[in-house]
C-alpha cells in the first residue's frame, strides 16, 4: 500500500501567527504553503544547505529539541518562518522533489549574513529510521551536523502507538494488538525499493512500526557507519528530561553557538494517555533488552534503559 505522504509538524509557533492559522480557511492555507514552496525553489540558489539534522528517534523528544533552538537567537527558522515547519521530509520522503526544491526550505544567504554564526536545520524522526535516509543526507549535506535522542524503546513505542491513535491513523483498539499485527502490517513492504526509489512510500513502514522503530542499532547503524564521529551526537531522552539545561548545553556546543540561559526548556508534543499494562511493559523490556545492549556496546555507553 502506498500513499502520498504528508509533512509532520511539530513546531510551535507565536500566538499571533497561531490566531491567523486558526482563522484562514484551509484552501487559502495550502495556496500560501505551495506559494511559498515554488518561490523557494526559484531561489535556491541563494538558499545554502542545512546546518544540522535531528533524525529521531519519533516520539523520542524531536520535537522539544527542535523547539528549544527555534528559541535560540543564533537559530533561524526554516522558510517561510510563519509556517510551522519541523521538517523538509526530503532524506525520507520527498527525495525525487530533488536538491533545488529543498534548498527552498531554508533561509537565503542574504538573511544569514544579517546573523552572524547563526545556524539552521530540520528534525525528521524518520530519517534515522528509512534505509536510505543516510546515504541520501550524506550526498547532500556532507558538513551537517546530526543529532539523535534515543528513548526507553518501551515507553516510546507505547507513546508512538497513542500518537497514531490520537492522529487516526492507527484503528486498532489497543497497543497490544498493534504490535502483534506489526509482523503482518509489514509483510508486503518493498524495502529494497524503499532503499532504492525516491518515489517510493510506503504508509505501513512509516506509520506501524513500533517495535521496530526501537530496534536502534539496526538504524542508526547505517549513520554511526557514514558519518565522522563528531559530527554525530547521540542523546538519551530521559536525560534531556532529568537535566535539560545540561543537554542543551551540550546540543549547543555541539552545533557550535553560544550558550543561551533563556530558552524555556518544557516538554513538547508528548500527549496524555493511560498507563502500560505492567504485563506488556515487562515483556518489551525482556525483547529489547539484548538490542539494548547491543547499542551500549557499539555507543560504548549504557543504553539499557534499567
Given amino acids: 500500500?502506498?500513499?502520498?505522504?504528508?509533512?509532520?509538524?511539530?513546531?510551535?509557533?507565536?500566538?499571533?501567527?497561531?490566531?491567523?492559522?486558526?482563522?484562514?480557511?484551509?484552501t487559502a492555507q495550502l495556496a500560501v504553503r505551495s506559494a511559498a514552496r515554488r518561490y523557494g525553489a526559484q531561489t535556491s540558489s541563494r538558499r545554502p544547505l542545512p546546518d544540522y539534522l535531528i533524525i529521531g528517534a519519533k516520539k523520542g523528544g524531536t520535537s522539544s529539541l527542535t523547539n528549544w533552538l527555534i528559541q535560540h537567537p543564533d537559530n533561524l527558522r526554516m522558510f517561510p518562518s510563519?509556517?510551522?515547519?519541523?521538517?523538509?521530509?526530503?532524506?525520507?520522503?520527498?527525495?525525487?522533489?530533488?536538491?533545488d526544491w529543498y534548498r527552498g526550505h531554508f533561509?537565503?544567504?542574504?538573511?544569514?549574513?544579517?546573523?552572524?554564526?547563526?545556524?539552521?536545520?530540520?528534525?525528521?524522526?524518520?530519517?534515522?529510521?528509512?534505509?536510505?535516509?543516510s546515504a541520501r543526507a550524506r550526498s547532500v549535506v556532507p558538513d551537517a551536523?546530526?543529532?539523535?535522542?534515543?528513548?526507553?524503546?518501551?515507553?516510546?513505542?507505547?507513546?508512538?502507538?497513542?500518537?497514531?491513535?490520537?492522529?487516526?491513523?492507527?484503528?486498532?483498539?489497543?497497543?497490544?494488538?498493534?504490535?502483534?499485527?506489526?509482523?503482518?502490517?509489514?509483510?508486503?513492504?518493498?524495502?529494497?525499493?524503499?532503499?532504492?526509489?525516491?518515489?517510493?512510500?510506503?504508509?505501513?513502514?512509516?506509520q506501524f512500526t513500533y517495535l521496530a522503530r526501537g530496534r536502534y542499532l539496526e538504524h542508526l547503524s547505517t549513520w554511526l557507519d557514514t558519518w565522522p564521529a563528531e559530527q554525530l551526537l547521540v542523546l538519551r531522552a530521559e536525560d534531556m528530561y532529568a537535566d535539560p539545561g545540561?543537554?542543551?548545553?551540550?546540543?549547543?556546543?555541539?552545533?557550535?553557538?553560544?550558550?543561551?540561559?533563556d530558552i524555556d526548556l518544557k516538554t513538547y508534543n508528548e500527549r496524555s494517555k493511560p498507563p502500560i499494562d505492567p504485563r506488556?511493559?515487562?515483556?518489551?523490556?525482556?525483547?529489547?533488552?539484548?538490542?539494548?545492549?547491543?547499542?551500549?556496546?557499539?555507543?560504548?555507553?549504557?543504553?539499557r534503559w534499567g
Avoid at 1 to 26: C, F, I, K, S, Y
Avoid at 107 to 133: D, I, L, W
Avoid at 153 to 170: C, F, I, L
Fill in 1 to 26: 500500500m502506498t500513499q502520498t505522504a504528508q509533512p509532520v509538524r511539530g513546531v510551535e509557533m507565536p500566538r499571533t501567527v497561531q490566531l491567523l492559522r486558526r482563522t484562514t480557511p484551509r
Fill in 145 to 206: 551536523k546530526v543529532i539523535a535522542v534515543l528513548r526507553n524503546p518501551v515507553s516510546r513505542a507505547y507513546s508512538n502507538y497513542w500518537d497514531r491513535v490520537s492522529a487516526g491513523t492507527e484503528t486498532l483498539p489497543t497497543f497490544e494488538a498493534a504490535i502483534e499485527a506489526e509482523e503482518s502490517r509489514l509483510a508486503d513492504v518493498d524495502h529494497d525499493r524503499l532503499r532504492d526509489d525516491p518515489s517510493y512510500y510506503s504508509l505501513e513502514h512509516d
Fill in 246 to 261: 545540561a543537554v542543551f548545553a551540550e546540543v549547543q556546543t555541539f552545533l557550535g553557538i553560544r550558550q543561551c540561559p
Fill in 82 to 99: 510563519f509556517q510551522p515547519l519541523k521538517s523538509a521530509h526530503f532524506f525520507d520522503i520527498s527525495f525525487h522533489e530533488g536538491v
Fill in 280 to 303: 506488556t511493559k515487562e515483556r518489551l523490556a525482556e525483547y529489547y533488552r539484548p538490542y539494548n545492549e547491543a547499542l551500549s556496546e557499539r555507543l560504548g555507553r549504557d543504553m
Fill in 107 to 133: 533561509p537565503t544567504e542574504r538573511a544569514r549574513r544579517q546573523h552572524p554564526g547563526a545556524v539552521v536545520g530540520e528534525a525528521s524522526p524518520y530519517y534515522m529510521f528509512h534505509p536510505a535516509a
